[in-house]
């Protein structure tokens, strides 16, 4: 598909918008009224219609959100919970908006070990008990009254109309939910919600109508997150877990707060990068891999060579590693962000670093601070005609979270309280490994990957990003950022560039098709296990200001990804 101009007319005049579908990446859309890119078109039509009716980037990010909630039932979402950057022009500060779910009340440390006190997967990712309280209503709507213009109502009307009316099943869609029909049909709402009768999967062009979804918004719309955490959407959440022996209850929807955090800051190569704050372990770790970046001359490496790589892999391995042992909750556990961080820090990482030869796994441990410190995510980014800019990644954590829906309330649940460590060094879903830093607790927040950021150019925002893919988010986004600023590619481009990853354990370089075979054979001489992919399941959505426009792209690596413009109004001119 090549980028295209849609019109429509609207008022008497003609509505334009600027769609970037499915591989249309390679030339980013222009604007120069503001952009919204998503993964999913129909959401980031209506991020661009509040745009164009006067809302902000924060209203347009509010009416993605729920619309995603209708059309991506796989990641967007109601049940599950995430991270927001704002960037409010009118005061110059960006503020870091935490709406990640938290353990329930009756959560326990060793909740998710057997008899034999192994941790058992099916109990973290697959049960009642899998889910964490969701933030997202709360998270939304908090956002919405610190910084929104358009009234709430409004921002949801959309997606009510899409879960009411019914959306038009896309091929991914439908092959999504064919590939997860036997295990979406354990839960018998899940798969009445998600299946014709019978649990027969749906066809492409086929429409699927969410009408007790539809009636979730609606209460959502009429009386904000109270009907979430209080009323009676709460009481089905409560009866659903009761059901399945869930942990959250009454009390722990009603605990359940959202948070303003000050975000993460660093400097690359003159370049401000600002990033979502722990517990998110995205913004940390993506500024502690710049810091050791800066040691090496990325850009004479040239984009997507041997060296390049090697570079990338060696510092992912030594992030990934301080991950395992250094990040979580901070109202829990003191992360030191400041050594993390610092440069003295990142120059001891740059020295163990050696261009000839891959360093095992096995001899890189996490770092000992001074004695004083899922795949199928999704993000968008967004920017209005006032340079208000919006960088937000959400989840339920796996794909369709624990696979559990709320009988009568029509969305699944999360599985975040697998991103918490069931026990020091076993493995999530990801293959992550933890400590004790990232134990369950009640009332405490999961660690993430998802890393929404936003790169500042003299002092005035410059481009938003981020990306789904569970562990692959933080690898992703650092790859955004190098190829945007040691290449000087365009954000489309850096979008669509072939992408690599490392996270430590397992100890395996996965590169995506598009890097040369030559550059693989000469990574295997080093000592780099390479094991060669179509995609790592990440998905960046890019938003920009530069030389007077609004630039969008969204990623190609997933169907119906769109950049879109605000329609504007033109009339006939003699």
């Excluded at 164009?52 to 995603?68: E, I, P, R, S, T």
């Excluded at 099916?122 to 969701?134: E, F, I, K, N, Y």
């Excluded at 040239?302 to 042992?325: F, I, N, P, Q, W």
């Excluded at 489309?492 to 430590?504: F, I, K, L, T």
Aim: hydrophobic share 40%; charged share 20%; proline share 6%.
């Amino acid at each position: 598909m090549v980028a295209c101009l849609q019109l429509t007319v609207a008022g008497g005049g003609v509505r334009a918008q600027a769609i970037a579908g499915y591989g249309a990446t390679y030339h980013p859309q222009f604007s120069k009224t503001g952009m919204v890119a998503v993964q999913n078109r129909l959401p980031a039509e209506i991020g661009a219609e509040v745009l164009a009716d006067g809302g902000n980037a924060v209203d347009a990010a509010v009416a993605v959100g729920f619309a995603l909630a209708v059309t991506l039932p796989r990641a967007g979402n109601i049940g599950g919970g995430g991270f927001m950057l704002v960037y409010d022009a009118a005061s110059g500060e960006t503020a870091a908006i935490d709406y990640r779910e938290i353990a329930p009340l009756g959560a326990s440390r060793d909740m998710f070990l057997d008899a034999d006190g192994n941790a058992d997967p099916q109990l973290s990712r697959d049960s009642h008990r899998a889910a964490g309280v969701p933030g997202t209503v709360a998270g939304l709507y908090l956002a919405h009254q610190e910084f929104g213009k358009l009234p709430w109502r409004r921002l949801l009307q959309p997606a009510i109309e899409l879960a009411r009316d019914g959306i038009v099943v896309t091929h991914d869609l439908a092959t999504q939910l064919a590939r997860r029909q036997q295990s979406l049909c354990l839960n018998a709402a899940t798969c009445r919600y998600f299946f014709k009768p019978g649990g027969v999967p749906y066809q492409m062009g086929e429409r699927l109508v969410q009408s007790d979804l539809a009636w979730s918004l609606q209460l959502i719309a009429d009386k904000g997150p109270e009907a979430f955490y209080k009323g009676e959407i709460a009481q089905k959440i409560v009866a659903e877990m009761e059901r399945g022996d869930g942990l959250i209850d009454m009390a722990s929807l009603a605990a359940y707060e959202p948070t303003i955090r000050e975000p993460v800051r660093g400097d690359y190569r003159g370049y401000e990068i600002v990033a979502m704050s722990p517990p998110s372990s995205g913004g940390v770790h993506i500024l502690q891999m710049l810091n050791v970046l800066e040691h090496f001359p990325i850009r004479e490496f040239g984009a997507g060579s041997a060296d390049e790589v090697h570079v990338l892999t060696e510092v992912m391995r030594l992030a990934y590693a301080d991950r395992s042992k250094h990040l979580g909750d901070p109202e829990f556990y003191d992360v030191p962000m400041d050594w993390l961080t610092s440069e003295e820090y990142a120059a001891q990482l740059a020295k163990t670093i050696r261009m000839d030869k891959a360093r095992p796994s096995s001899d890189v441990h996490p770092g000992v601070p001074p004695a004083a410190e899922s795949e199928d995510t999704t993000h968008y980014s967004i920017v209005d005609a006032d340079g208000n800019m919006v960088a937000n990644t959400y989840t339920l954590n796996t794909s369709y979270g624990s696979g559990i829906a709320v009988d009568g309330a029509g969305f699944i649940l999360n599985n975040e309280m697998d991103d918490f460590s069931a026990k020091p060094g076993a493995p999530n879903a990801y293959g992550l490994l933890g400590d004790d830093a990232n134990a369950v607790a009640p009332r405490k927040r999961p660690l993430s990957s998802m890393t929404p950021f936003i790169v500042f150019r003299d002092g005035e925002p410059w481009f938003a990003a981020g990306s789904p893919g569970g562990s692959r988010i933080i690898s992703a986004c650092l790859q955004m950022i190098v190829n945007v600023i040691d290449h000087g590619r365009n954000i489309a481009d850096a979008v669509s560039m072939p992408r690599m990853h490392h996270q430590w354990y397992p100890d395996k370089l996965v590169v995506e098709a598009g890097h040369s075979p030559d550059t693989v054979k000469i990574l295997q001489a080093r000592g780099h296990e390479v094991v060669r992919v179509g995609s790592t399941y990440t998905s960046v959505q890019a938003v920009a200001f530069a030389e007077d426009f609004f630039q969008g792209a969204a990623d190609p690596r997933r169907p119906d990804a769109a950049a879109v413009a605000p329609a504007e109004i033109m009339t006939d001119t003699d």
